[in-house]
């Protein structure tokens, strides 16, 4: 008997991409969009596929890509933010509840949505993360095409 293997790749079928996107600290989110559109064009995802909606912040992605996924629109959603720790307890409870946010929609509505949220102790740590070599917006936007590859392999 043999195994089956499905494999995923970074080009799936005709894929429609929803992308939501912090407004705070938007001189690093921006670059992380940037990264991430750049990445679905280098992998065949046509401009006319991609959607991009502005949230005020990093907590309010959960809410923002929950309504992207229920408009049945979009094959995955790329979620982009940053969260900075300060002198506060407000980093933990913020990026706890947008963890938290995000998993559960990936298990419960099941769609992709791939998590490209910075949580870093300074800005200086946020922009090396955002740099062309490494941007973590790229990241997250292959990671979500190779999801939305296993789900059309799954499903064919």
């Known amino acids: 008997?043999?195994?089956?293997?499905?494999?995923?790749?970074?080009?799936?079928?005709?894929?429609?991409?929803?992308?939501?996107?912090?407004?705070?600290?938007?001189?690093?989110?921006?670059k992380m969009l940037d990264g991430a559109l750049k990445a679905l064009k280098a992998n065949g995802v046509k401009e006319q596929e991609i959607t991009v909606v502005r949230c005020p912040g990093s907590f309010e992605l959960p809410l923002a890509v929950q309504s992207l996924i229920q408009s049945n629109s979009y094959d995955g959603?790329?979620?982009?933010?940053?969260?900075?720790?300060?002198?506060?307890?407000?980093?933990?409870?913020?990026?706890?509840?947008?963890?938290?946010?995000?998993?559960?929609?990936?298990l419960k509505l099941g769609k992709p949505v791939a998590?490209?949220?910075?949580t870093t102790d300074n800005v200086k740590q946020a922009l090396e993360r955002v740099e062309d070599e490494g941007n973590k917006g790229a990241e997250a936007a292959l990671a979500l095409l190779e999801m939305i590859s296993l789900q059309q392999n799954l499903n064919s």
């Open 1 to 30: 008997m043999a195994i089956n293997y499905i494999e995923t790749n970074t080009r799936p079928e005709n894929p429609k991409i929803g992308i939501v996107v912090s407004r705070w600290n938007s001189s690093i989110t921006d």
């Open 77 to 106: 959603i790329i979620a982009l933010g940053v969260i900075i720790r300060g002198g506060t307890p407000h980093f933990e409870y913020v990026c706890d509840a947008v963890t938290q946010g995000i998993l559960e929609i990936n």
């Open 115 to 118: 998590f490209g949220v910075l």
